[in-house]
């Protein structure tokens, strides 16, 4: 069954810190993976994607993704937090024939993340 | 987002209503989704449209019906809305290949009392 894991349902770290937020999948084709930011009370915005390629991918917000095969991994990771980046975050999984019922994105149950001072 | 409003954005309706949510888009997509959001659950999609008049169910359909007249309308019934159906519902929409990665609108709160 394709499926999207996030184990951590919550991080908390420190202003300036790095950050990795994990994602592991689970899907029968070529994964077409997402990550999505979400702000409190605030709609879903993307920010970034991979379909093919090079395997590390440049976001907005200076975040950046790695997808790895062996590991059906694609985490999150920015190298300096900062307080604007406390939201939660959701990986997500597609196919090329995304928008079928075997295409639809799966989202994870998403990873909030909180910034210390 | 600009291309993709929800409207209304909060509602409280009484057990039994039926309620009716719209999402309208001026992007020109095709694909058309309504998820509802909840704690613990992440997202879940409810139903998606791939052109006007064609939809489907997703995971969490049952008391829900949707209907597409036009490309740019998604609206979404409560058909008798019930507590376990308030929650934050969400559209968003797609238009493979020239636009992988949906666009979601801001959300529309329900309470039902």
């Known amino acids: 069954a394709q499926s999207v894991t996030q184990p951590d349902i919550h991080i908390t770290v420190s202003e300036g810190a790095s950050l990795e937020l994990r994602c592991n999948y689970s899907y029968g084709a070529t994964p077409y993976l997402f990550w999505y930011v979400q702000s409190p009370g605030q709609g879903l915005q993307l920010l970034l994607k991979?379909?093919?390629?090079?395997?590390l991918v440049q976001g907005i917000k200076g975040f950046e993704a790695e997808f790895k095969r062996s590991q059906s991994s694609f985490n999150l990771r920015k190298p300096s937090v900062h307080w604007s980046d406390a939201a939660e975050y959701f990986c997500?999984?597609?196919?090329?024939?995304?928008?079928?019922?075997?295409?639809?994105?799966?989202f994870g149950k998403g990873t909030k993340l909180s910034v210390k001072p | 987002d600009a291309g993709i409003t929800q409207s209304p954005r909060h509602k409280v309706t009484e057990t039994g209503t039926p309620v009716t949510l719209r999402c309208h888009q001026t992007e020109n997509h095709r694909y058309m989704y309504w998820y509802r959001q909840d704690p613990g659950h992440g997202l879940r999609l409810i139903h998606y449209s791939y052109g006007v008049k064609d939809t489907d169910k997703g995971e969490v359909s049952d008391g829900y019906s949707v209907s597409r007249s036009k490309t740019e309308d998604f609206l979404l019934t409560l058909e008798s809305a019930t507590s376990s159906q308030t929650s934050v519902y969400f559209c968003?929409?797609?238009?493979?290949?020239?636009?992988?990665?949906?666009?979601f609108g801001s959300g529309t709160r329900l309470t039902v009392v």
């Open positions: 991979y379909f093919s390629g090079d395997t």
């Open positions: 968003a929409i797609g238009n493979p290949p020239d636009h992988y990665g949906y666009t």
């Open positions: 997500a999984v597609g196919g090329e024939n995304y928008g079928g019922s075997q295409g639809n994105l799966i």
